[in-house]
């Protein structure tokens, strides 16, 4: 059953916060010269292009900045250049109906990729990227309907399109970015903290969209680069405790076989102490093993735990 549509809010001022915020129409909404960008599709050249008309010098650019889409041969003497210049020149085309709603740069990457959400006419949204296809996002779709006519080729109503809300689009962003910085630490090799700053987010339809992924993005890298350090500091924890128990049944051993001992007090200081570590360090190797987290819960993040 199809969503019910959101209704569209007013743009909010600037520097205001407003993740509620609902575009009236995604076809009806933009200037003149946002009209002119938003259908180049290489990042260095539309932002060549969104200079020159702040400057009021766009009749001084060259055409093939203006292009929608570069020629092979247009592609390979930019890419001589300089293989940044390159970022969103792959891009797939539209479909028909199709247009791009939200882009992520990937600032940090050579050749600064990026990857698109894209809204259709006929309802539903899909991710595309300049080495993929992308995925659909939202399964509603319009459906024809032949009391009234319609046949499956007839265009759906211009604003059928469910416009989302700035927080809904924001959270689809920040999980795909996240997708790709998983991938650049644990298969790269980067640390977090060098891997923020990696992308960069814009739109035509959604003030203060990039600010906000920023926001959102930051937190959840700190967040990972925090699990991660628990993660280690339990492991090392584990086995150091481990190692502790071994050693002390060892000790204990060694001193409930010595000859001559047993019964004198230096004898039972020693079983005092070892008995009384021994449960010390078995106590919290059973609350690290079935829950690891639960050391966190109790000793809190950043506590080291005294084994001696």
């Not at 001589?80 to 085309?93: A, R, T, V």
Request: proline share 6%; aromatic share 10%.
């Amino acid at each position: 059953m199809p969503r019910k549509k959101k209704q569209p809010t007013s743009p909010p001022p600037a520097g205001h916060k407003d993740d509620s915020f609902v575009p009236a129409s995604y076809w009806t909404n933009l200037s003149v010269g946002q009209t002119i960008v938003h259908s180049i599709r290489g990042v260095a050249r539309r932002e060549t292009v969104e200079q020159a008309l702040a400057e009021g010098t766009l009749e001084q650019l060259p055409d093939f900045l203006l292009q929608d889409r570069l020629s092979e041969q247009q592609q390979q003497l930019l890419s001589s250049i300089h293989p940044s210049l390159m970022g969103g020149e792959y891009l797939p085309d539209q479909r028909p109906g199709e247009l791009t709603i939200a882009s992520i740069c990937y600032v940090g990457a050579v050749c600064r990729d990026v990857d698109e959400i894209r809204a259709s006419l006929r309802g539903g949204y899909r991710w595309v990227g300049e080495s993929w296809e992308g995925r659909e996002i939202d399964a509603d779709k319009w459906v024809h309907d032949e009391e009234k006519g319609e046949t499956k080729d007839t265009l759906p109503p211009i604003n059928y399109c469910l416009e989302v809300s700035r927080n809904e689009l924001a959270d689809w962003i920040v999980e795909r970015v996240m997708e790709v910085l998983y991938d650049n630490h644990y298969n790269g090799g980067e640390a977090w903290e060098d891997l923020l700053g990696f992308a960069s987010v814009s739109s035509d339809y959604y003030p203060g969209l990039g600010e906000h992924c920023d926001e959102l993005i930051e937190k959840a890298v700190w967040d990972c680069a925090r699990h991660d350090y628990q993660s280690k500091r339990i492991k090392d924890l584990t086995e150091t405790l481990e190692s502790k128990v071994t050693e002390l049944e060892e000790s204990y051993i060694g001193v409930m076989t010595e000859p001559g001992k047993r019964g004198t007090p230096q004898f039972r200081k020693r079983r005092a102490k070892i008995e009384a570590d021994y449960g010390r360090a078995a106590l919290f190797l059973q609350l690290l093993k079935p829950n690891p987290g639960r050391y966190w819960e109790v000793f809190g993040p950043w506590s080291d735990v005294d084994l001696h």
